[in-house]
């Protein structure tokens, strides 16, 4: 079921408001399982995921981890080090969020493999993902993630939304992968 969102290009969902899907492709594997583990309790909460999630057994979780982040991997591929000279504002918004110390200074090398990668993620994504760890009391949208939610809070959705933009412009491993229904 995967392919039919995260497998076209510039895919759309429509919950909570409209933005792109994440691109999955190149992602962590264990950031993977914990996503779908966090959707099949209940800590996302996104209805389409969440329905998804909750039929998957561990093994099915370990298996669509696993496929994804080797999927679309470029053998011999490097990143930069450091994420790209941002203007000012940006590198004190990136200063007060301490992004750095949990998804790497290149935003794609996180210091824990259950830390998503996020350079090169979709922007609009990345935005919509940040306001959900603003959400609390909220049964049908938001995340639960204390580190996050302190993390996303402390900004007005301007900024994240400029962090967001940010952190989606740079290099990443992170793709959509178009795949031929037939197989």
């Not at 995260?6 to 962590?28: C, L, M, N, T």
């Not at 203007?87 to 824990?112: M, Q, R, W, Y």
């Not at 049908?140 to 994240?160: D, H, I, P, T, Y």
Request: aromatic fraction near 10%; proline fraction near 5%; include cysteine.
């Amino acid at each position: 079921m995967c392919i039919g969102c995260h497998g076209i290009q510039g895919y759309q969902a429509s919950f909570p408001e409209v933005y792109k899907v994440p691109k999955i492709s190149g992602q962590g594997e264990k950031y993977i399982a914990s996503a779908l583990t966090a959707y099949k309790k209940g800590e996302r909460k996104h209805p389409t995921m969440k329905g998804i999630a909750y039929n998957l057994s561990d093994q099915d979780i370990a298996d669509i981890s696993a496929y994804y982040s080797a999927h679309g991997k470029v053998e011999g591929a490097t990143l930069p080090d450091k994420a790209t000279v941002a203007k000012p504002n940006v590198v004190a918004l990136v200063a007060k969020g301490a992004c750095t110390s949990c998804h790497g200074e290149n935003f794609a090398k996180p210091i824990d493999p259950s830390y998503p990668k996020i350079a090169g993620q979709n922007a609009d994504y990345l935005y919509v993902a940040l306001k959900s760890y603003k959400v609390e009391g909220n049964s049908a949208w938001g995340r639960n993630n204390g580190v996050m939610g302190g993390v996303a809070k402390q900004f007005s959705l301007s900024e994240l939304k400029e962090l967001a933009n940010y952190v989606g412009s740079q290099q990443g491993d992170l793709k959509t992968v178009p795949q031929s229904k037939f197989r």
